[in-house]
């Protein structure tokens, strides 16, 4: 449609691959608009009345930058639909293709008027492949323009690859944030990348973050290798609403040292009300160590609950640290939004720590459908400290994890408390026991918690069942010791 290796130049108020109402495609024959080739500084669109284009129908990409393109910026445009924003009129591959060396483009913007609706297209709505820097804010990607009715793209909604690495999707600004939701396949795909950030978007949700517009698969996807991502934030605005997906909230797979902090994973806006994924957070594989979910302040502290299966599911890594977040219950952490599982599961997983000894580490894991914490398979080196598991969240009234505060089954050698206050967990209120082994488990230490009881230790919040059952065959587990505090 149009094809630009100049610098500095204006693209706007056109239909670019349709006929001239706009509704109907008449095809360019490769991409809408191609940026290439050194022309750094052009705008496609504007953000005033009229300057945005219509770039639909196109036999290629909407909008392509190609080849050492810098400082572009694409705004105000309807890539892949009709000029209602209603219906689509797709591009056959992506909505936004940036590829081979274009750094610090901007797709969007914060200010009114910036955002593009990117949706209906054949492909991804954005695809970054090997540039890096690169800016998405205040799109709507795979909604209509209301934000509200699906009008998929058939593949992601953001697809980074090949280290397009310190890309920035959304922000904590009022405005930055964009809605991606109703893909074909992933919301946000992070695909060997490092330094990225996602903040302050609604992943699966519409735009007024109260009801579900499912991706297909994850909200977020990290894998192969990715490190040092960012999900979420302590600055205020930072936060996701990473729910109402049809896989997992959010997937690690195989990608080491990632941060997830300061979102809602699995509930509506507000925090009071379930829009299901189906685990809130899956972190699996090989490699896939030293991912750190929450914190230990109130603005690092996750909310998840709500989800279909596990709040937390650890299958098969080692190392993660799980801190400071809400599993299972309201925003408030005094009601239960169940995750219909377990709030944290551990399967085959070594040596993470959930919870901790200092101020604000431990989480509250309380309200799920069966175990607060799952601990399992060959699953060894775990340390559980700190955490309130079936009370709410000031440890004196019961949120009951529906069966047992915490489960080993068939495993060993993993640390449930220790002898300062610090590590001390409040295991009370659940329905079934407060501990319980099960399935062979053997020596497992279980020191210096309070069991039945409130925070203080005084006030009585039974368990259902027992406090701590062993059954027959798990064999030397400590259970308290002779140091003080155990």
Known sequence: GIDNNSTGNFVRGN?????????????????GVLL??????????????????????????????????????????????????????????????????????????????????????NRSGVRING????????????????????????????????????TTIGGAVLGAGNVISENAAFG?????????????????????????????????????????????GTALGSLNVISGNGGNGVTIDASPGNFIQGNLIGTDLNGTAALPNTDGILIQGAGAGGNIVGGNTAAHMNLISGNGDDGIDLESPAGNTIQGNYIGTDINGTAAIANGEFGVEVDSSDNNLIGGNGAGEGNLISGNGDDGVFIEGTSTGNQVFGNLLGTDLNGTGSVPNVFDGLEINGCSGNTIGGATAGHRNIISGNGDDGIEFDAAATGNDIYGNYIGTGINGAAILTNGEDGIQVKPGCDNNDIGGSAAGQ
């Open 15 to 31: 239909y670019i691959g349709t006929d001239d109402s706009g509704t109907a495609a008449i095809a360019n024959a490769s991409n």
């Open 36 to 121: 290439w080739n050194d022309s750094d500084g052009n705008t496609v669109g504007g953000s005033n009345p009229g300057e945005g284009n219509i770039i639909s129908g196109n036999i290629g990409h909407g909008v392509a930058i190609a080849n050492n393109i810098d400082n572009s910026v694409i705004e105000g445009n309807f890539i892949g639909t009709d000029i209602t924003g209603t219906a689509a009129v797709p591009n056959r591959t992506d909505g936004v293709n940036i590829a081979n060396n274009c750094n610090t483009n901007t797709i969007g913007g914060s200010a009114a008027g910036a955002d593009n609706l990117i949706s209906g297209n």
């Open 131 to 166: 540039s890096t820097g690169n800016i998405l804010q205040g799109n709507l990607v795979g909604t209509d323009v209301t934000g509200t009715v699906l009008l998929s793209n058939l593949a992601n909604g953001v697809y980074l690859e090949n280290n397009s690495n310190n």
């Open 188 to 232: 946000i795909r992070i695909d060997d990348c490092s330094g990225c950030v996602i903040q302050g978007n609604l992943v699966g949700t519409d735009a007024t973050g109260s009801a579900a517009l499912p991706n297909t698969f994850s909200g977020v996807s990290i894998v192969n290798g990715s490190t040092n991502n960012t999900i979420g």
